[in-house]
């Protein structure tokens, strides 16, 4: 599924919609009331303090956790319903490369390719391994990977199936400086042929990147807005860049 | 695990429900009524069984009776883990914890009296028969099932995983029970069962009374459980609220 | 589809394995171990030889052989964080489960067919060889059942805190009715061959506990391996 080209006009399709979503863990709750939509070829990112519920908006988007109330849907599909065909639409990265480190990077990728159904599995991987600069070091296995290496690899793993939406949990976290640079580089290269859900501390690169901004805190949404923002423009609101308290 | 700030839902404390007192005291002095009534029949109305058990086949009247219970614990405890893994309800989880509590002490009972039974009757303290053997491996089992529980910290996974587990638990009682006929026979035969060719009129009373008996006596100690299980989240759910 | 990415995983659990080699030496060390040990314990009474326990005794030391590669059998998925990986992935998850038990059953099948030999080197059981067609039924079948119940709980049991502990408690008693089956069966084949009385018996009930696992695996599984 490939995601339309410019994300100039404001028609596209909803590719995510959430509904009031909420998640509680036995008492703790940790998501309350959150909606938020982003349409095809958007880019959200998601920002808040540490707990305050990203990662776990994340996962409920990506299918890891089932909400306990309200609901999302990817491209259109309920996972209640079709998990997956909203698996296929998805790529996910955290700070988890989710690879098996006694295997090589091409086995990893091949295992992938085959779970997701990926055609021409050889010439993908081929193709991926080189974007992100590791087809040198490819029958090489990932214990042997430095960590800005592994965490290249899993963007490739993320990307292996052409995911029409990718979400990313705090990916440049404990990356090298030239990790850091291929990231962004891919990044801006595919942004517009994907849908993005961005969870982040780094509130500059965040809003250089998306066309909309969350902010959560314990919880529940304190801010939405679409169009650029200037860090200035949540001052008022973001706790960790205004330094201001609890919010209504 | 971390604990943010997340605020806790907000609802009245008391959702759960707790089994009304008074009929609950009604029916554990049914109960009472009736085991008794099967004591005095069984003991001193009832004949004298005539084979090689004699005296001690009285014994019969209430480990029958607590086999059977313990059986109709467990299967609760089974509908039980299929609603809660149909309706995520907690209720159906607590109700499937108290059953299994109550299946676990009525099966503790049926060895009891199965140990006396077999002393009294053929001199040894143990055999290796097939409804012995049953209740000893369901009171391994479902004694597993608390251990399961403590083991996981989430509350919403510990009741997921225990409902699973008490679905595996309950199916494989009778394959255990059909498994333990495979088992060679031992130097003594034991059969506890009733003995002899049918039962009298005043035998039966005596059975039945204790049956229902039995069973009014696990329906009221369920709902006195279900109560206590009731309190004490409430206590928790405010303590929570109060740590806040 | 569904069959490619069985495929897939039975092939990485196997690479896993044969890069690490942990789980399958382990548990034939053990194996051989464990028939050592049984025979000094119960001979050092002065009661002779094992004979009378043979049939059994081969079974104990499946199972416990068993616990220990079911413990292993998600340990590269849940030490690594990788089980997420997997969910992620557009599967079925009794197309998981169905690998995973097939990976389960090849260790155990590839312990067994050393330790067999080894077994009848020990302790020369009669008529081994000569009805080892029906033997080999039965071991397949047992090694279903262990292999199914054991997946199962070893997917609920990672996931808890005391997993390494928590599998041989939940297991065991679920696995005593198949191990009476098959020790039984054993016994009765190697004194009284394949006519023996109840050793159909015994298959047939072996086919029916794993049946039933089965089924309940194939029911439950979604709920088990996560949310």
Redesign the interface.
């Known amino acids: 599924m490939t995601g339309a080209g410019s994300s100039a006009s404001g028609t596209g399709a909803a590719e995510i919609s959430a509904v009031g979503l909420g998640k509680a863990f036995g008492r703790r709750e940790a998501l309350h009331d959150v909606s938020f939509t982003v349409r095809r070829g958007g880019f959200l990112a998601l920002f808040g303090p540490n707990g305050a519920g990203k990662t776990t908006t994340l996962r409920l988007v990506a299918t890891l956790l089932r909400p306990s109330s309200g609901s999302v849907t990817v491209a259109g599909r309920d996972p209640r319903d079709d998990p997956a065909a909203v698996r296929r639409a998805i790529g996910f990265l955290s700070h988890n490369p989710l690879l098996y480190r006694d295997l090589t990077a091409d086995e990893n990728l091949r295992f992938y390719a085959d779970m997701y159904g990926v055609a021409e599995p050889a010439r993908r991987i081929d193709e991926l391994l080189a974007r992100v600069e590791l087809g040198h070091r490819r029958h090489d296995v990932v214990a042997t990977l430095s960590r800005g290496m592994v965490q290249r690899l899993a963007i490739a793993r993320a990307l292996l199936h052409r995911p029409a939406v990718l979400l990313l949990d705090e990916p440049h976290a404990g990356l090298d400086a030239h990790a850091v640079a291929l990231l962004d580089g891919l990044l801006a290269e595919i942004r517009a042929e994907h849908t993005f859900v961005m969870a982040t501390h780094d509130v500059r690169r965040g809003l250089e990147l998306a066309d909309q901004v969350l902010v959560l805190d314990a919880g529940r949404v304190a801010l939405q807005r679409s169009g650029r923002l200037e860090p200035g423009d949540l001052a008022d609101v973001s706790p960790e860049h205004a330094g201001l308290g609890t919010l209504a | 695990m971390v604990e943010n700030a997340a605020t806790v839902a907000a609802g009245p404390v008391s959702e759960q429900t707790v089994p009304a007192q008074a009929t609950t005291t009604a029916i554990l002095a049914a109960a009472g009524l009736l085991l008794a009534a099967a004591l005095v029949v069984g003991f001193w109305v009832a004949p004298t069984d005539a084979s090689t058990l004699g005296f001690s086949q009285k014994i019969f009247y209430f480990h029958a009776p607590i086999a059977e219970t313990a059986l109709l614990a467990y299967g609760v405890a089974f509908v039980a883990a299929l609603l809660y893994l149909r309706r995520g309800e907690a209720r159906y989880d607590r109700l499937g914890v108290a059953a299994v509590r109550l299946g676990l002490l009525f099966s503790l009972l049926v060895m009891v009296t199965g140990v006396i039974w077999g002393r009294a009757a053929w001199g040894v303290w143990w055999a290796w028969e097939p409804r012995l053997t049953t209740f000893l491996i369901a009171c391994l089992l479902y004694g597993g099932y608390f251990v399961l529980r403590g083991a996981v910290e989430d509350e919403s996974r510990r009741a997921t995983y225990a409902a699973l587990f008490a679905i595996i638990a309950f199916v494989d009682v009778p394959i255990t029970f059909f498994a333990t006929r495979f088992l060679p026979e031992g130097l003594h035969p034991v059969v506890l069962g009733p003995a002899g060719s049918g039962m009298d009129a005043r035998d039966l009373v005596a059975f039945l009374a204790g049956m229902a008996g039995m069973t009014l006596l696990f329906v009221g100690l369920l709902r006195l459980e279900l109560g206590i299980e009731a309190l004490r989240d409430e206590l928790r759910e405010l303590k929570f609220r109060l740590g806040r | ?1 569904g069959f ?2 069985y ?3 039975v ?2 659990d196997l ?2 394995e044969l ?2 080699r942990e789980t399958v030496v382990a548990m034939f060390l053990f194996v051989v171990l464990a028939m050592v040990v049984f025979h000094y314990a119960f001979t050092a009474t002065g009661g002779g030889t094992l004979s009378f326990y043979t049939g059994g005794m081969l079974w104990v030391v499946f199972v416990f052989g068993a616990l220990l590669g079911l413990n292993r059998s998600f340990a ?1 998925e849940k030490d ?3 089980l ?9 998850r009794v197309t998981i489960f169905l690998a995973k038990m097939t990976g389960n059953l090849i260790f155990l099948g590839l312990i067994q067919v050393v330790a067999v030999p080894v077994f009848a080197l020990f302790f020369a059981p009669h008529g081994m060889v000569a009805h080892l067609a029906t033997l080999l039924v039965l071991i397949v079948l047992a090694d279903l059942g262990i292999a199914a119940l054991g997946t ?1 709980l070893a997917t ?1 049991a990672m ?5 390494d502990l ?1 599998l041989p ?2 297991f ?3 696995v ?3 191990v ?2 098959a020790a ?1 069966g054993t016994g009765a084949l190697l004194s009284g061959g394949a006519g023996a009385p ?1 050793v159909l ?2 298959l047939l ?1 072996l086919l ?2 794993d049946g ?1 696992f089965l089924v ?1 695996a194939y029911g ?1 599984y979604d ?2 391996i ?2």
């Open positions: 589809m490619r990415q495929r897939a995983m092939r990485k690479l896993s890069r690490t590269h690594e964080g990788v997420d990986g997997l969910l992620l992935c557009p599967v079925d199962l609920i996931q808890t805190r005391a997993r928590l408690i939940v065991l008693p679920l005593i009715p198949l009476i089956a039984s109840g018996g015994r009930f029916v506990y039933v309940l439950t709920v088990a996560g949310e």
